[in-house]
C-alpha cells in the first residue's frame, strides 16, 4: 500500500474575525437595556430563541409594552443599574444614549458577560448577525460588522436558494439520527448513507410536503441500506481558472461529499474553503523543477486512497483534461476498475480572455484558436511553428512563462510580424491578476523590467488589440503575495 505523505497547508495564515457560535439561551436569562425599536429586534431574536427575557427601561415601545402586560417579557421601569447584570446570561445595550451603553459594555466584560452595543462594534464582545430561520436549520451570516447591509443583502439572497422545507427535513433528520448511527457504526459509511438520503428521494418528498411518504422512504432507505464496502471513488475535478464564483454546481456539490482532497499549486484557498471542513487535504503541487509528488506517484496515490474507501476529490487548476494530464489519471483508475467522475472546469485560456477583455476568436480579427504548451525541454518547445503562425488566429500557450524567449524568436523565424500584439495574463480571474501587453519585438523588454509571477498565460494574436475597449474586470492594486 502507497504511504501518503503528510500534507502541506500553504497559505494558512488567514484568521477569521469572529468566531462564529449558537449559544443556547432557551429559559436562561438575558438583560436588554432599552426600550425602543432597536430593542424590539434584538428582543424578537431572543425570544424566538426561547430566552427568558428582562428589560430595563423608564419607557417601552408599545409592542414591548404589549408584552410586558401579556407576561412575556419581564419589565423593570427604571434607568440601568449595575446591580441588573447579576445572574444574567448575556446582555444587549439598546440605550440611544452613547455613554450608557458603553459603560453597560464595560461592567458586562469586567464580569465575563457577553455584551452585544447596538451599532458600537468596538463595544460588543458578540455580535448578532443576520438570520436565515429554517429551524431547526438556521443559517447566520455575518461581514463581522464591515457592513451590516452586505449582510442583510447576503441573507435575503440565501432566503431564495433555502426553501422553507430544510426545516422539516433537519426534523426529519434528528429523528432518525439514533436509528441511523446504531445502523451504521462507521462514521464513514453513516456520511455516506446521509449524502444519499439528503440529495434523493426522501429528501424530495418532504420538499413536496409528502412527510408520510417522506418516512416510509427513509424507513425503507434504513432497512435495505448496507455499507459500500472498502471501494472508494474518484472525482476528478476542474477547479477553473481561480475565481471560486466559476466553479460548477456539480464540482460544488462533490467538494462537499469528498473523505480526501488532492490538490496541486493552482487551487488557490478561496476554493479549498468551499471543500468539507473535514476532509483531509493532500498538497501535490509541481512547479518547475520541483515536484512535491510526481505524476506517476500522483496516479498511484489516487488509486490507493479509493482502494481504502475514501471518496476522492483530485482538484486541478483549470479544466483537466486541458494540459491537466487528467487523461494520465483516470487512465490508472480505469486500468484498476477503480469508480470515477470527471467534472470538467473552465480552462485557463477561456477565463483569462474573458476577464482581461480579450476576445478569443472575433470576425475581424481570428476565426480560430490554438491552445498548446509552452513547456520547455531540454532549452527548447518542440511545436509546429509554420503552424502557429498562419494569419487570423489566436495562439495561447499555456505554462510558457519561461520559454517565452524562445517562444517570441520561434514566431518570428516563422514569419510572424514583430508588431503582432501579445498579452500575458498573471494569476488571471483573481483580485491578483495583472496583464502585461506589447507585441513580439517589446514583450521580452517589458517584462525583464517588471517580471510577472507563474501561473501567467501568454496570448498572442490581432485580437489583443481589443483589450483596451473590451476590457471590464477591475484589477486588484493591492500588494500581491509574495
Known amino acids: 500500500m502507497y504511504t501518503v505523505p503528510q500534507p502541506a497547508y500553504p497559505n494558512h495564515d488567514k484568521t477569521m474575525e469572529l468566531l462564529p457560535i449558537f449559544l443556547d439561551v432557551k429559559d436562561k436569562p438575558c438583560l436588554v437595556v432599552g426600550g425602543g425599536e432597536t430593542a424590539v429586534r434584538k428582543i424578537t431574536s431572543l425570544r424566538r430563541a426561547g430566552a427568558a427575557v428582562r428589560v430595563v427601561s423608564p419607557r417601552l415601545d408599545e409592542h414591548l409594552d404589549k408584552l410586558a402586560a401579556a407576561g412575556d417579557i419581564a419589565h423593570i421601569q427604571r434607568p440601568f443599574e449595575e446591580t441588573d447584570l447579576a445572574g444574567t446570561m448575556l446582555v444587549i445595550a439598546a440605550t440611544d444614549d452613547p455613554s450608557v451603553n458603553r459603560r453597560i459594555s464595560g461592567l458586562a466584560r469586567e464580569r465575563g458577560i457577553p455584551v452585544n452595543v447596538v451599532d458600537q462594534p468596538a463595544a460588543c464582545s458578540f455580535i448578532m448577525p443576520s438570520i ?50 446504531a445502523r451504521f457504526t462507521d462514521r464513514r459509511d453513516r456520511r455516506r448513507f446521509w449524502d444519499r438520503v439528503l440529495q434523493g428521494a426522501v429528501a424530495e418528498r418532504v420538499f413536496s410536503g409528502q412527510m408520510d411518504e417522506a418516512d416510509t422512504a427513509m424507513e425503507r432507505e434504513l432497512a435495505a441500506a448496507k455499507p459500500d464496502g472498502n471501494m472508494g471513488e474518484v472525482y476528478l475535478v476542474g477547479a477553473g481558472p481561480g475565481d471560486p464564483d ?111 477583455g480579450i476576445p478569443l476568436t472575433h470576425r475581424d480579427y481570428a476565426q480560430s484558436v490554438t491552445f498548446v504548451t509552452g513547456h520547455l525541454k531540454d532549452g527548447t518547445i518542440d511545436l509546429n511553428w509554420q503552424q502557429l ?36 495574463v498573471q494569476q488571471g480571474t483573481t483580485p491578483n491578476q495583472r496583464v502585461y501587453t506589447g507585441t513580439l519585438s517589446t514583450i521580452l523588454a517589458r517584462v525583464e523590467q517588471d517580471p510577472p509571477r507563474p501561473p501567467t498565460l501568454i496570448i498572442v494574436g490581432e485580437v489583443v488589440r481589443l483589450r483596451d475597449k473590451l476590457n471590464w474586470f477591475q484589477e486588484s492594486r493591492c500588494p500581491e503575495p509574495v
Open 389 to 424: 503562425a498562419q494569419p487570423h488566429q489566436t495562439v495561447v500557450f499555456y505554462m510558457g512563462l519561461t520559454g517565452l524567449a524562445v517562444i517570441v524568436d520561434k514566431l518570428t523565424a516563422a514569419g510572424v510580424s514583430p508588431d503582432m500584439p501579445v498579452a500575458l
Open 132 to 181: 436565515i430561520d429554517r429551524s431547526p436549520v438556521v443559517v447566520a451570516v455575518s461581514t463581522s460588522t464591515a457592513s451590516p447591509v452586505l449582510a442583510r443583502l447576503l441573507r435575503a439572497r440565501l432566503e431564495s436558494l433555502i426553501p422553507a422545507a430544510y426545516g422539516r427535513l433537519g426534523a426529519l433528520c434528528a429523528r432518525y439520527r439514533d436509528a441511523v448511527k
Open 246 to 356: 466559476l466553479l460548477t454546481f456539480r464540482a460544488l456539490r462533490l467538494m462537499q461529499q469528498a473523505d480526501v482532497v488532492v490538490y496541486d499549486r493552482l487551487v488557490p484557498e478561496s476554493i479549498l474553503d468551499l471543500v468539507r471542513r473535514d476532509a483531509r487535504r493532500v498538497f501535490v503541487g509541481k512547479e518547475r523543477n520541483n515536484h512535491t509528488m510526481r505524476q506517476q506517484e500522483i496516479n498511484r496515490l489516487l488509486a490507493d486512497l479509493a482502494k481504502a474507501g475514501h471518496r476522492v476529490v483530485r482538484l486541478k487548476g483549470g479544466d483537466p483534461f486541458i494540459f491537466g494530464r487528467g487523461g494520465e489519471e483516470i487512465d490508472t483508475l480505469a486500468a484498476q476498475r477503480i469508480p470515477f467522475q470527471v467534472v470538467p472546469g473552465i480552462t485557463a485560456a477561456s477565463g483569462c480572455a474573458t476577464y482581461t
